[in-house]
C-alpha cells in the first residue's frame, strides 16, 4: 500500500475544485458569456474561501494552534500551500479574461474601453455621467501617513487635463464645487491630523490616492476614495454598433482632479480588501439569538483583514502603505493585471441583445406526473412525486404551499427555512396562511452563512403575521429542507410533505441541480411531526420510522449500510455503493469506503467539489472512483444507492458527507420507496456517472483528469440527457392523454 497520505487536504482539494470552475471558463466549445459567468464563479468562490476558510486558518495561526490537519500539515504550513496556489490560480484567471475572453468578447461587439481609447462623444459622455451621477455620491477621505517613506520620482500626473487639452482645455465648473470636499487633504496641517484608515466594506473596490508633498520635508498625503456597493461599474458607452463599456474606476481615475483641485496626484491604484467572515456565535451567552446574529453581522463588516488586492501598476510606496494601514498579513498581498473584483462581471452576462453568446435555452419544464386541472393534494394522495430540478420546474413547490395557504382544509404548515430569495412566494404563502388562521410554524436558520441578515428580515416579517417562528435548535444549524401540510379529509387527518436536497429557494432552483420527494406516505408524515416536535420543542427526538436525523442517526445509518454491502461481498454476493455528493471530507466516513474497497466492493462517486478521499490507490482504494461534473447547472443533490443484495436502497439527503453536516447540524436522511421514484433517481445515478463530456475523474495524486470515452461509444453529457429525458417524458404524458377518450354525455332535458 502507498506510503501517501490516506486523504487529501481538505482546503487544496476546494481549490482543485475552483479550478475545474475554472477550465470551463477556458472553454473555447462553450459560449462567451457562458464562459464569462464561469469566471465571475470561481472569482465569487474564492472571495467566500478567503473569507471563511483563509480567515479561520490565519486565526488559527494567530493563536498559536499548530495542531496538523489529517495530511500532517500544520496551520502554517496549508497557509503557505493555500498562498502559492491562490496566486498560481488568480495568474490563471487573468490570463483567461484578458488574453482570451476579452479580446474574443470584443470580437464579438462587446468591448471594454480604455481612457485612452475614448472617442470625443464618448469622453463627453464620460465627463456629463461623472459630473451628474458620481462625482456628487463618491466622498474621497484623508488617510494619515503611518510611517515617513522617502518620495519617489514619479511625476504627477493628471489624466483630466489631458482630456482637457485635447477637448479645447475648457475647465468644467465642478472642481470649484470640490474645494471644500477635501480642504484637509491640502492643508499640511492635516498630515499629522488626519483621521485613521477609513472602515471600507468588504470586498468593495476603493481607489488610494497617492498625492504629491507640500514641501520638501513633508511626509507623502494619501486619500481613499471608496466606492462602496456602488451598482454602476460598468458603464455604457455610446457605440456605433455593438455594446462598450468602461469600468467605474477608469472614469474616477480620469477625474479625479476634481476631489483634490489645486493638487497634484502622483498616482492613484484601485485595491480591494477582504475581511475574515469566519466569526463564532456562542449560543451559550446568547440570551437572544436575532440580536446576537444581528452583530455578528455588523461584525462581519469590520473583520480583520485576510487579502489585499490591488493594481499591479502600484508603486512600491503605495502598496507599503496600504499593507501597513490596514494590517495586511504577510503573504496574502496580491497584485492583479487587470480589474479587480472579477465576480462583478456576471452582471454584464445578462446583457441584452447578445443571445448567440449564450446556452442554448433550457427552461424548466412542467413536471409529467403534475396536472394543472388538479389539486396537487389529489394528484399526491395517488402517488408519491419526484421532482428533479431545474429540469421540472420548481413551481410545482411554490403551488403546493399557495394551495396549502388558500386550502379552507389546511389546518398547519410546518416549514424549515435556510436560504431563501428576496421575495420569497413561499415566505408569502407562510404568511398569508397564517393571516387565514392556520397554524403555521417556521423553523428560520439564522445561523445561514452570508444569509443571516435576509433571515433576520423574514423572521421578523413573518413573526408580524403572526407565524410561529423558531431559530433552529441551540449549538446547530438547521440544514434540513422539509415541509409538512397538515389537511382535513373525509377519511380523517392527512398529513403532506415534502423533503429536498435544495433550499426553498425558486431563483436559484432555477441553476441548481436538486430533487424533491412529495408524499402523504403515513410513515414520512409520521417522521416529519416527530421532526418539527424534536427542534421546536423540548421533546426529546423518538426513533423514526423511516427517515434518519443528523446529528443524532444519519452517521450511523450510513455506516451501517455501508458494513451491509462490506458484509455482503464477504458472502461473495454482489455489493455496490453509489454516492452522489457535494463533498466528502469526514474521516469515519472515508474509511468506511476505504474499508468497502478492501473487501472488494465496488464504489462509484460523483462529487462535484471537495474530496478528500484518494482515489486508486493500490492496497486501499482500487475499488473507488470518483467523478465531478461541472456544467450549465450546479450539481447539488445528495442521492445514496446501496445495491442491498438485490432490494435496490436509494435515498435523498441534505447533507454531505462533512464533520460539520453529520456531527454539528440538523439534516435530513430520506429513503425513497415509492418505485417509480426510486427508478427515477437510480436513473439520475446512472446519467451522472455516464458522462464523458463534461465529468472530470479525481486521480490519486489529486489531479482531475477528462473522463474519455472510448471511440466505440456515444458522448454522453448528464445534464443534457437528463433534459432531453423531461422533454420526451411531457411529450409522451401529453399524447398518453390526447389518446384517452372522455365521451360527451348528453344533458338530462327532464330536469
Known amino acids: 500500500m502507498s506510503a501517501e497520505p490516506r486523504f487529501?487536504?481538505?482546503?487544496?482539494?476546494?481549490?482543485?475544485?475552483?479550478?475545474?470552475?475554472l477550465d470551463e471558463a477556458s472553454d473555447s466549445s462553450i459560449p462567451l458569456l457562458e464562459r464569462l459567468k464561469f469566471l465571475a464563479i470561481t472569482a465569487s468562490n474564492l472571495d467566500e474561501f478567503t473569507m471563511v476558510r483563509v480567515g479561520s486558518l490565519q486565526m488559527l495561526e494567530a493563536e498559536g494552534d499548530m495542531r496538523p490537519d489529517p495530511v500532517g500539515l500544520t496551520t502554517t504550513q496549508q497557509l503557505k500551500a493555500i498562498g502559492e496556489r491562490m496566486q498560481s490560480f488568480m495568474a490563471q484567471q487573468y490570463h483567461c479574461l484578458l488574453s482570451d475572453l476579452e479580446p474574443a468578447l470584443a470580437a464579438a461587439g462587446m468591448r471594454r474601453v480604455q481612457p485612452k481609447e475614448?472617442?470625443?462623444?464618448?469622453?463627453?459622455h464620460v465627463e456629463k455621467l461623472f459630473d451628474q451621477e458620481v462625482f456628487p455620491i463618491l466622498t474621497p477621505l484623508a488617510v494619515a501617513c503611518p510611517?515617513?517613506?522617502?518620495?519617489d520620482t514619479m511625476n504627477p500626473t493628471s489624466t483630466e487635463s489631458n482630456l482637457r487639452k485635447a477637448k479645447g482645455g475648457k475647465k468644467k465648473s465642478a472642481a470649484?464645487?470640490?474645494?471644500?470636499?477635501?480642504?484637509s487633504a491640502s492643508d499640511s496641517s492635516a498630515d499629522f491630523d488626519a483621521p485613521r484608515f477609513p472602515p471600507l466594506i468588504n470586498n468593495s473596490i476603493s481607489l488610494c490616492v497617492r498625492l504629491a508633498p507640500n514641501n520638501e520635508t513633508s511626509l507623502p498625503r494619501y486619500a481613499i476614495v471608496p466606492f462602496g456597493r456602488n451598482r454602476q461599474r460598468f458603464i455604457t458607452l455610446p457605440a456605433e454598433s455593438g455594446f462598450s463599456y468602461i469600468l467605474l474606476e477608469d472614469v474616477v481615475s480620469m477625474f479625479l482632479g476634481r476631489f483634490f483641485p489645486g493638487e497634484s496626484i502622483v498616482e492613484s491604484v484601485a485595491f480591494r480588501l477582504?475581511?475574515?467572515?469566519?466569526?463564532?456565535?456562542?449560543?451559550?451567552q446568547a440570551s437572544d439569538l436575532l440580536s446576537?446574529?444581528?452583530?455578528?453581522?455588523?461584525?462581519?463588516?469590520?473583520?480583520?483583514?485576510v487579502r489585499l488586492e490591488l493594481a499591479d501598476h502600484a508603486s512600491s510606496q503605495l502598496r507599503e502603505f496600504l499593507e501597513d494601514a490596514i494590517d495586511a498579513p504577510d503573504r496574502w498581498v496580491f497584485l492583479a493585471p487587470g480589474p479587480l473584483d472579477l465576480a462583478a462581471y456576471f452582471r454584464l452576462c445578462d446583457s441584452q441583445g447578445f443571445e448567440a453568446l449564450r446556452y442554448e435555452p433550457w427552461p424548466s419544464l412542467p413536471s409529467p406526473q403534475i396536472s394543472p386541472s388538479e389539486s396537487l393534494f389529489e394528484t399526491i394522495s395517488r402517488q408519491d412525486v419526484m421532482l428533479c430540478h431545474p429540469y421540472e420546474s420548481f413551481d410545482t413547490v411554490v403551488r403546493l404551499l399557495d394551495e396549502a395557504a388558500d386550502d379552507p382544509d389546511v389546518l398547519a404548515i410546518k416549514q424549515t427555512l435556510y436560504r431563501t430569495s428576496a421575495n420569497s412566494p413561499i415566505v408569502a404563502a407562510l404568511k398569508r396562511a397564517a393571516q387565514k388562521g392556520k397554524y403555521v410554524t417556521a423553523v428560520v436558520e439564522l445561523k445561514a452563512r452570508f444569509d443571516e441578515q435576509r433571515n433576520i428580515e423574514w423572521a421578523r416579517d413573518l413573526e408580524r403575521a403572526d407565524v410561529q417562528v423558531v431559530y433552529g435548535v441551540r449549538g446547530l444549524k438547521t440544514h434540513a429542507k422539509i415541509c409538512l401540510i397538515v389537511r382535513r379529509e373525509p377519511q380523517g387527518i392527512q398529513r403532506y410533505v415534502h423533503f429536498g436536497t435544495g433550499n426553498y429557494n425558486e431563483i436559484t432552483s432555477r441553476i441548481y441541480s436538486d430533487v424533491s420527494l412529495i408524499s402523504c406516505n403515513d410513515d414520512l408524515g409520521s417522521d416529519a411531526t416527530a421532526f418539527f416536535n424534536a427542534v421546536t420543542g423540548y421533546s426529546q427526538p423518538q426513533r423514526f420510522r423511516q427517515i434518519e436525523m443528523a446529528p443524532l442517526g444519519l452517521r450511523e445509518k450510513l455506516l451501517e449500510m455501508i458494513e451491509a454491502e462490506i458484509d455482503r461481498k464477504r458472502h461473495k454476493q454482489r455489493a455496490m455503493i453509489i454516492g452522489k455528493l457535494n463533498a466528502l471530507v469526514d474521516e469515519k466516513m472515508i474509511e468506511a469506503l476505504y474499508a468497502a474497497s478492501q473487501a472488494g466492493v465496488k464504489v462509484r462517486l460523483s462529487i462535484r467539489g471537495v474530496c478528500c478521499l484518494r482515489p486508486g490507490v493500490p492496497g486501499l482504494s482500487e475499488n473507488i472512483t470518483v467523478t465531478g461534473v461541472i456544467?450549465?447547472?450546479?450539481?447539488?443533490?445528495?442521492?445514496?444507492?446501496?445495491?442491498h443484495g438485490g432490494d435496490e436502497r436509494v435515498f435523498i439527503s441534505s447533507a454531505d458527507w462533512m464533520p460539520r453536516n453529520l456531527d454539528r447540524r440538523v439534516e435530513l436522511l430520506v429513503p425513497v420507496e415509492d418505485k417509480t421514484c426510486r427508478r427515477n433517481l437510480i436513473t439520475i445515478l446512472k446519467t451522472i456517472l455516464a458522462d464523458n463530456v463534461k465529468a472530470r475523474r479525481l486521480q490519486s495524486d489529486g489531479s482531475y483528469e477528462p473522463v474519455r470515452a472510448p471511440s466505440t461509444s456515444p458522448l454522453v453529457r448528464s445534464q443534457e440527457a437528463l433534459y432531453r429525458r423531461t422533454s420526451e417524458a411531457i411529450e409522451d404524458a401529453s399524447r398518453a392523454a390526447l389518446a384517452t377518450f372522455e365521451p360527451h354525455r348528453a344533458a338530462n332535458h327532464d330536469e
Open 274 to 284: 477582504t475581511r475574515n467572515a469566519d466569526l463564532e456565535l456562542k449560543e451559550d
Open 292 to 305: 446576537t446574529m444581528q452583530e455578528i453581522v455588523n461584525a462581519r463588516r469590520q473583520g480583520d483583514c
Open 176 to 183: 470649484a464645487k470640490a474645494a471644500d470636499t477635501l480642504a
Open 631 to 643: 456544467d450549465r447547472f450546479l450539481e447539488h443533490a445528495r442521492i445514496l444507492y446501496f445495491y
Open 147 to 151: 510611517a515617513v517613506s522617502p518620495v
Open 8 to 21: 487529501f487536504n481538505r482546503e487544496l482539494s476546494w481549490l482543485e475544485f475552483n479550478q475545474r470552475v
Open 118 to 124: 475614448l472617442t470625443e462623444r464618448q469622453a463627453q
